[in-house]
């Protein structure tokens, strides 16, 4: 589970407002809802239909300019993905047409009823590919069907996602070429690890080069020996002391994981980093190791606004996701990782002898029970990482038009395909692989800020070059 601390996003400048090509049908303000029918199983399992939210941004658009399809991924659709992004400027420059398309099973397009595991098995890569590619084909073949303003037919399409949304974006160009002219794929996840213990040790890399790592690791060390320790008026003392409610040894190691990496994804600017006010700034040397972990987290606690009891929710291995109720976006993306890539967050396994950014204690045991628990007893354990591999790693060897981008101290740089142990895929002319010095997840993809670093300019201009030769 990813939990993003939310960021301030910075008004745009002034912008020249678009000119609509016909008077009669006036663009529609981009927070406008439209919806897409598309069948619960593309390949023939249920032919019951829903609709798929999408927003679209027509501002800039001219006729034969290109469309950007942008996907919100896991997160609920917004106007953000069509107004604030870095490709309303590259719209704004091309005569691009803006639109996000609301990812299956997430915010509110939603196939079937409910989120029991007898629903969620429609939630397959496959599905969430050809929902894309069914509406790319209709805005490009019949575009009066998704569009209420003029669109000219046979638009070339690029898309765009980051994150897991960086995935879709790598799988839709090298699964439905014709359709898609090109990808932007920043900070996608693209390969799959049953233990991704590689995902702490990036949290650490990025804390060694602000220059708390040894020290973090200390304080984490430092806590294993009392968690692991057996002695209950230890654990329970050492909860207090973190500003945490009264949990299981295990649930609390697993909250730690989360509030401890809160920080890890905000994007790094010219004048602020969240990790090093939040973390690395507190080892001073006047506190020991554990008593700066627990000012870190305390801090972080409050700083978010968590209660005793959000904590307790958070912390419960049960994760809130018993219910089967529409709109938890951590539980479909739990089943996730249950089904296709696994990704477990755990520390690093004592056998491999690395130091660990988070307890011990969180292990395969802390998240696997739950696939069968919440899901039902069809699932299977341990997730099939090598099949994910095979089929949507592998697809995206040698795919052309795909831009890949990462953060030097992305936390999940160890699986995209410029991990700190060097590129996966050949760095091609056709395919750029981009790694911004000193950036985090996907700050590639906001909108351009005054206090960018310059390495995020440079990922957006080697981007922009890509998507200009998609285009031509
Ligand atoms: C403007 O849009 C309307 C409605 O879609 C259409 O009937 C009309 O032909 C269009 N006019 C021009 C000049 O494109
Ligand atoms: C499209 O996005 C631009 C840039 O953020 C914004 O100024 C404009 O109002 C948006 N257009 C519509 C129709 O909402
Ligand atoms: C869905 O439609 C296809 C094509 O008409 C058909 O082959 C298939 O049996 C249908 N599936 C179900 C579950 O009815
Ligand atoms: C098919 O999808 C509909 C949702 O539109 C659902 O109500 C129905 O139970 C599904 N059938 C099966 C066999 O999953
Ligand atoms: C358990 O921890 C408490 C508090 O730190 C300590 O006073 C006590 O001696 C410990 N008990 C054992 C058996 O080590
Ligand atoms: C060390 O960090 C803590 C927490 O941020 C702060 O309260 C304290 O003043 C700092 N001490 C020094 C000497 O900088
Ligand atoms: C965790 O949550 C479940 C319900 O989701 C509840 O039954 C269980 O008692 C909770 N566990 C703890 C330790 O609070
Ligand atoms: C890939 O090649 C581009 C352009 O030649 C270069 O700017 C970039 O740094 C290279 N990236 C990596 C990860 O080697």
Redesign the pocket.
């Known amino acids: 589970m990813r939990i993003v601390p939310s960021l301030p996003l910075l008004a745009m400048a002034a912008l020249a407002s678009g000119q609509s090509t016909n008077t009669t049908s006036p663009i529609p303000p981009s927070s406008t809802t439209f919806w897409f029918p598309q069948p619960v199983d593309h390949f ?4 019951s239909t829903w609709n798929q939210q999408y927003l679209y941004n027509a501002t800039f658009y001219k006729p034969g300019g290109p469309i950007y399809v942008l996907t919100p991924a896991e997160s609920r659709l917004s106007n953000y993905y069509t107004d604030r992004t870095h490709f309303a400027s590259l719209a704004q420059r091309t005569n691009g047409l803006l639109v996000a398309v609301e990812h299956r099973f997430y915010g509110k397009s939603n196939p079937m009823p409910d989120l029991s595991g007898a629903s969620l098995k429609y939630h397959t890569i496959p599905n969430v590919l050809e929902d894309y590619a069914s509406f790319i084909r209709a805005a490009q073949n019949n575009p009066s069907q998704v569009f209420s303003v003029p669109v000219t037919p046979g638009a070339k399409v690029v898309f765009a996602g980051g994150s897991y949304g960086g995935n879709v974006a790598a799988w839709m160009r090298a699964k439905y070429p014709d359709l898609v002219s090109g990808s932007w794929a920043s900070s996608a996840i693209v390969y799959g690890r049953l233990q991704n213990y590689q995902f702490d040790q990036s949290y650490g890399t990025y804390l060694t080069s602000l220059g708390c790592g040894w020290d973090f690791g200390q304080a984490v060390s430092d806590l294993d020996s009392i968690l692991l320790s057996g002695n209950a008026t230890a654990i329970a003392a050492v909860q207090t002391k973190f500003g945490c409610p009264p949990l299981t040894a295990k649930d609390f190691a697993g909250l730690l994981s989360v509030l401890g990496t809160a920080y890890a994804m905000a994007p790094v600017t010219t004048n602020y980093n969240y990790a090093n006010t939040f973390v690395c700034s507190y080892f001073n040397g006047t506190r020991s190791h554990l008593d700066t972990y627990a000012a870190i987290i305390s801090d972080t606690i409050t700083a978010m606004g968590y209660t005793q009891d959000s904590l307790s929710a958070m912390a419960n291995t049960s994760l809130n996701i018993d219910n089967y109720a529409l709109g938890q976006s951590s539980r479909v993306w739990y089943y996730q990782e249950c089904t296709w890539s696994g990704n477990w967050q755990v520390a690093p396994p004592p056998s491999t002898g690395l130091t660990g950014y988070r307890s011990q204690l969180v292990d395969l045991d802390y998240f696997q029970p739950n696939c069968q628990n919440k899901f039902g007893s069809s699932i299977q354990i341990p997730v099939d990482v090598g099949s994910y591999n095979n089929n949507w790693f592998k697809i995206l060897r040698g795919v052309s038009n795909i831009y890949y981008t990462t953060g030097s101290v992305d936390i999940w740089r160890d699986s995209t395909v410029a991990p700190s142990t060097g590129n996966v895929f050949v760095n091609s002319s056709s395919s750029p692989i981009f790694v911004i010095e000193g950036a985090t997840h996907v700050q590639d993809l906001s909108a351009d800020q005054p206090n960018d670093l310059p390495s995020v300019r440079w990922a957006r201009a080697l981007g922009d070059s890509q998507v200009l030769k998609w285009i031509s």
């Open positions: 023939g399992l249920n032919n």
